[in-house]
């Protein structure tokens, strides 16, 4: 089957790190996306890993362990407009025509 | 560039109504996709597209059809609407299959009464 767990809800501070994880579970991988979606807009694209290790892009970096399943999106430098939520995806077939998306994780930063 | 455009942006319907959702993209991409967003919920896939002519099932195809007779539209289809289709749908595209980095349209909100 097709699972992908994320937290509900996170809180962290201004100019503090945070560390949102996924795990996912599907019938095939190719490829963990994270998207980030303020409310009451549309997600947008901010980061893909295939292989393992970590992909680092400014202030957001990705890591990606695939025999465990287990990705997390790491923000370092919180800033208020970091507060949206964080969708984890996978393309679980052979290519990535279908992405799996995870419920989600509401991250609020306060001052 | 536009990127991906949706239209009605909200709309309100009556059980058993039907109505078409509209979806172009700028981008000349192949790759376009319909999803649904319940509050609290990720996304599920309706229906794709990997290109003019060729429309697939996603996880909650029923009470919906696609077409697709160009590469920019990819408009969605209800037909006798019912109270479970009240959510928010997004059309996304993409360029290639590979690194699939999906641009979202603003979404419609849709509600069924």
């Known amino acids: 089957g097709q699972n992908i767990d994320q937290p509900t809800e996170m809180t962290a501070t201004e100019g503090a790190i945070v560390q949102i994880n996924c795990t996912y579970q599907?019938?095939?991988?190719?490829?963990l996306f994270w998207y980030q979606q303020h409310a009451g807009e549309a997600p947008t694209f901010l980061s893909y890993?295939?292989?393992?290790g970590l992909e680092e892009k400014g202030r957001f970096s990705s890591f990606l362990s695939r025999s465990k399943g287990y990705s997390y999106l790491l923000l370092k430098e919180l800033q208020m407009k970091d507060s949206a939520s964080y969708l984890c995806?996978?393309?679980?077939?052979?290519?990535?025509?279908?992405?799996?998306f995870g419920t989600g994780t509401r991250l609020q930063v306060f001052p | 560039n536009a990127g991906v455009t949706q239209t009605p942006k909200f709309r309100i319907l009556k059980i058993g109504q039907s109505m078409t959702l509209q979806c172009t993209q700028d981008?000349?991409?192949?790759?376009m996709y319909w999803y649904r967003q319940d509050p609290g919920m990720g996304l599920k896939l309706i229906y794709y597209?990997?290109?003019?002519?060729?429309?697939d099932k996603g996880e909650v195809p029923n009470g919906y059809n696609v077409s697709r007779s160009t590469t920019e539209d990819f408009p969605l289809r209800l037909e006798l609407a019912a109270p479970s289709q009240t959510s928010v749908y997004f059309c996304?595209?993409?360029?290639?299959?590979?690194?699939?980095?999906?641009?979202f349209g603003p979404g419609t909100r849709l509600t069924v009464l």
């Open positions: 996304a595209s993409s360029l290639d299959r590979v690194t699939n980095e999906q641009f």
């Open positions: 599907t019938s095939g991988f190719n490829g």
């Open positions: 890993n295939v292989l393992d």
């Open positions: 995806a996978v393309g679980g077939s052979y290519n990535t025509d279908k992405l799996i």
């Open positions: 981008m000349n991409h192949n790759y």
């Open positions: 597209s990997v290109g003019a002519g060729i429309t």
